[in-house]
């Protein structure tokens, strides 16, 4: 099994950036894809960016596509969401997920964070 704990979330003006943290433990997830995920009050959970369990591929949705920066550290077993250039928009609870599968092609992700808040005022 494996535990994802996500930090880093909080409140931050438009304009501004934050970084979520993602732990992993129970196992390592070197050779896993993993990704972040949001939901909005009153929206559904969406996609929000995504690697590869190298680092050598990255995918964002649109929507923070030259905003946002997902990184890890697997000597950490870490992952890393640089938020930059945040709008009212992107306030949502942040969730880290992690795909046994080593490539994220949009499939189902197989374990979960219990999520971190972000909230933008504006």
């Known amino acids: 099994q494996v535990q994802l704990v996500e930090s880093g979330g909080g409140l931050v003006q438009a304009g501004g950036s934050l970084r979520l943290s993602c732990a992993a433990s129970?196992?390592?997830?070197?050779?896993?894809?993993m990704g972040w995920f949001r939901q909005a009050p009153g929206k559904e959970r969406e996609f929000v960016a995504a690697i590869s369990w190298s680092g050598g591929f990255t995918y964002y949705a649109a929507s923070v596509k030259g905003r946002f920066t997902i990184s890890r550290d697997n000597a950490k077993n870490t992952v890393y969401l640089q938020m930059n250039s945040l709008k009212p928009g992107d306030t949502a609870v942040y969730y880290c997920?992690?795909?046994?599968?080593?490539?994220?092609?949009?499939?189902?992700?197989?374990?979960w964070g219990k999520g971190t808040l972000v909230t933008v005022s504006s």
């Open positions: 129970g196992r390592t997830v070197s050779s896993y894809a």
């Open positions: 997920a992690a795909s046994i599968n080593s490539v994220y092609i949009g499939q189902g992700m197989d374990y």
